[in-house]
């Protein structure tokens, strides 16, 4: 349900909807509001086009603003390296990022280019679930970027005092990983089925 | 890593540096600031509970603070009433015990004297008295420094107290915006995990002193123990060190146990309800409460108690434990990191 609904319903009962101006929701509405003439791309607008966050209500995403960390990158600066602990999970506000990942196990190497991230893109949800998370990858800002990160005490914190929309994002993160385990899976049955052509073959 | 993050990390080392110099230099500022920040740590799991989802938040960090002091504050007083009743009787005493100590020392040198001819010139007795008597005037000539100071906290604490419920997280924030890139996400886990062990470590210590000082008090008052409340509170507060602790805190009622006069006063007695109350902390306290949160080798927990009283003392002691849990914790997370990438 939108806060604009629960609002509307809340004055349909009678009931009262907070006897004084709450000068955050205020700003908040004031900066998501479509109409808005600044520039400047909100949170809200933000996260409202992340198609797995489509499930939150307006009060939902302004609630989920509030845990994440603002982090900016210069072009070419290392975000994580393969290897190195994962708490976080990002994404990307603005600008973009190179996946590198090494297959020879050579720490001074960055690894072979996989695949570039543009704006409101993600990675990084293992580090968040996972107890002890090696990053599988290194990833580097390919221009100035800015990234939104929400780490493990913030999603600790998230589920200790807003439950419902912490249970709600671990259901869309759930949702990310089954999708990705699934696309893994079809590509491991393909290239198994390359390596049994390739040994007919032979 | 380019220059600019170089500086950026450097610049971010030396303010670090700088704060906790200043910090140091600064213990007037510094310990209630801390000592604020210990309670906020104590009360966080609650005051999320009471908070989340409230537009009263200020309301409600008055109220608790309110609550807190007339809860804290009245067993407190009603504690110092009865310990500072236990202080006079054993001031009123003093004279009687030195008279016996003495008469007890004279029966010692004549039984020496005696048997091995040795003329004992000590007067232990008088120098204990002597030292006693000087140490009381430093105290009271410092007296008015104490009292300075109580109110000095009573006014920091509070409003240090507030600042942490109401603004800590925009500090925390503002205070997280600063850390360079490389060392950001392992520092705030790291920073999020001590708080987390810090605040459940002094909770938990805090009600199992609770529990074993009245323990001692009610089994002491029970079996017509002197000074049951001032024992307790004594065996309560020392119970905070792990393992010396205990041992410390009976000393005080060995002495009280071996002055007395009174035919029904004994030291096993008072011995037993001593080890039941540890007993008790032993197998179902600490195991419940504390163990979990700081899982360290007895002798660690020994070596960083001796450390601890070097560097600060009683609180270092109690908080060192922590500390070097935190420690453990980061040790572990650089030794997997340089396993990884050497």
């Known amino acids: 349900m939108s806060y604009e609904k629960e609002m509307m319903d809340k004055l349909g009962r009678g ?28 949170y809200h607008e933000f996260f409202k086009k992340i198609t797995f966050l489509n499930s939150f209500s307006d009060n939902e995403v302004r609630l989920f603003t509030k845990y994440l960390h ?9 975000i994580f390296k393969q290897g190195d602990s994962g708490y976080g999970f ?68 998230m589920l200790e005092t807003h439950p419902v929309l912490g249970a709600k994002f671990l259901r869309e993160t759930a949702l990310i990983m089954a999708n990705r385990m699934g696309q893994l899976t079809r590509e491991i ?13 032979v | 890593m380019t220059r600019n993050q170089k500086i950026k990390l450097y610049l971010f ?65 009603a504690t110092l009433y009865n310990v500072d009743t236990d202080f006079s009787q054993f001031s009123n005493q003093l004279p009687e015990i030195q008279k016996m100590l003495q008469d007890k020392f004279f029966a ?66 503002n205070f997280l915006e600063a850390v360079p890139n490389p060392i950001f996400e392992k520092s705030y886990v790291l920073f999020s995990q001590f708080n987390t062990k810090f605040g459940e470590y002094i909770i938990a210590k805090f009600i199992e002193a609770t529990i074993l000082g009245t323990l001692v008090t009610l089994g002491l008052f029970l079996i017509g123990f002197p000074y049951p409340f001032i024992l307790g509170f004594i ?53 419940l409460l504390v163990s979990k949160i700081v899982n360290l080798h007895p002798i660690l927990v020994v070596v960083s108690i001796i450390i601890g009283s070097q560097l600060g003392g009683i609180v270092g002691m109690i908080v060192i434990i922590p500390f070097i849990a935190f420690f453990k914790l980061l040790f572990k997370e650089i030794y997997k990191d340089l396993s990884v990438h050497l």
């Open chain 2, 235 to 287: 065996a309560g507060v020392t119970n905070i060190l792990p393992y010396i602790g205990p041992v410390i805190g009976v000393i005080p009622a060995i002495f009280v146990g071996m002055l007395s006069k009174d035919p029904n006063v004994t030291v096993l007695s008072m011995l037993v309800i001593y080890a039941l109350a540890n007993l008790i902390d032993m197998i179902l306290v600490f195991p």
């Open chain 2, 108 to 173: 010692y040198k004549v039984m020496v004297f005696e048997k091995f001819g040795i003329r004992l010139n000590l007067d232990p007795v008088n120098f204990l008295m002597a030292k006693l008597e000087s140490q009381g005037t430093i105290f009271l000539s410092h007296f008015p420094d104490f009292i300075s100071t109580i109110f000095e906290w009573l006014l920091l604490v509070p409003l240090f107290l507030y600042f942490f419920f109401m603004e800590s997280r925009r500090f925390s924030r």
């Open chain 2, 13 to 77: 080392m030396f303010l670090f540096s700088a704060s906790i110099v200043f910090a140091i230099m600064f213990p007037r500022l510094t310990l209630p600031f801390g000592f604020a920040y210990i309670i906020y740590l104590m009360c966080k799991p609650f005051t999320i509970k009471l908070t989340t989802g409230s537009r009263r938040q200020r309301l409600i960090y008055f109220s608790l603070m309110m609550t807190g002091i007339v809860f804290l504050c009245f067993p407190l007083f």
């Open chain 1, 189 to 201: 049955v393909g290239l198994k089925k390359k390596v049994k052509e390739l040994e007919q073959r």
């Open chain 1, 15 to 42: 009931e009262s909807t907070g006897d004084r101006l709450d000068i955050p929701i205020l700003k908040y509405l004031w900066d998501a509001s479509p109409l808005s003439f600044m520039a400047k791309e909100s």
């Open chain 1, 90 to 157: 990002y994404f990307i506000f603005n600008g973009a990022v190179n996946i590198y990942a090494n297959y020879n196990n050579q720490p001074e190497e960055q690894g072979d280019f996989i695949i570039r991230l543009e704006k409101r893109q993600y990675f990084g949800e293992m580090g968040l679930l996972e107890e002890f998370n090696r990053r599988s990858a290194t990833i580097v800002a390919a221009e100035n970027t800015i990234l939104l990160g929400l780490f493990k005490p913030d999603l600790d914190l």
């Open chain 1, 70 to 78: 603002r982090r900016e990158f210069m072009t070419n600066e290392t």
